[in-house]
């Protein structure tokens, strides 16, 4: 949880705009066409998953959730430069946050999430919780290296001279991240198993579809 002022400011300042543009690439594909509804985005961060969205789709609302307080800070001064304190609205909140509205969301989005959280049930609890019968669910996440070497070689890619609050952050997040095998089980122990999980690019896993009606 970047509840540090410091680590939080160094994560908004540093160029995630290939991966959070692969995300939408993402959505784009799951969802073609106009979205209109109302979406939630679970570990906001600062926003710019929300941003991205908002400016993608111009009828869309957005509930931007995130338990560390610096982030939303963050989140709030982009949202008021960018003019769209009425369409994304900010929630501190852990998860499960199920005092959110339920079957409520059309679409519900989470990027670089799941492997913060003790439990990655909560997430999986909260997307069932959050997402109406047949809404488009998104969830990208780090992908697990098969080995040290591995997580070495992505450092030197992608975080080459970057701060080392942020080395030190990608590295522990590649070990913590999990398998497609693993993603699977927890979609299979929440009753999600009908989401696809698939490998999105050399550090990330995907998972999609829509919420199986009841």
């Known amino acids: 949880m970047m509840d540090e002022a ?5 994560y908004a300042e540093a160029d995630f705009s290939a991966s959070n543009e692969l995300f939408m690439d993402l959505f784009r594909a799951l969802h073609p066409g106009p979205f209109d509804g109302a979406a939630i985005d679970l570990g906001c961060g600062p926003a710019d998953i929300p941003l991205r969205f908002a400016s993608a789709y111009p009828a869309s609302r957005i509930d931007a959730v995130d338990g560390a307080q610096a982030m939303l800070d963050l989140a709030a001064a ?3 430069e960018n003019q769209l304190s009425t369409r994304i609205s900010l929630h501190c909140k852990y998860l499960p946050a199920l005092d959110l509205p339920a079957k409520h969301y059309a679409a519900v989005l989470s990027n670089s999430l799941l492997h913060h959280l003790n439990d990655p049930a909560d997430l999986w609890l909260s997307v069932g919780h959050s997402a109406r019968p047949g809404a488009s669910i ?8 098969q080995d040290t070497g591995t997580v070495d070689e992505l450092l030197g890619i992608y975080a080459q001279g970057a701060p080392e609050v942020l080395r030190a952050d990608f590295r522990n997040s590649l070990f913590a991240a999990y398998t497609l095998e693993e993603v699977k089980q927890q979609l299979a122990d929440a009753g999600l198993d009908n989401l696809e999980v698939r490998q999105v690019s050399d550090r990330h896993l995907a998972v999609s579809g829509n919420l199986r009606p009841v």
Do not use: K, T, Y
């Open 6 to 10: 410091e680590q939080a400011l160094a």
């Open 78 to 80: 982009a949202i008021r």
């Open 138 to 145: 998104l969830v990208m996440d780090l992908l697990r290296p």
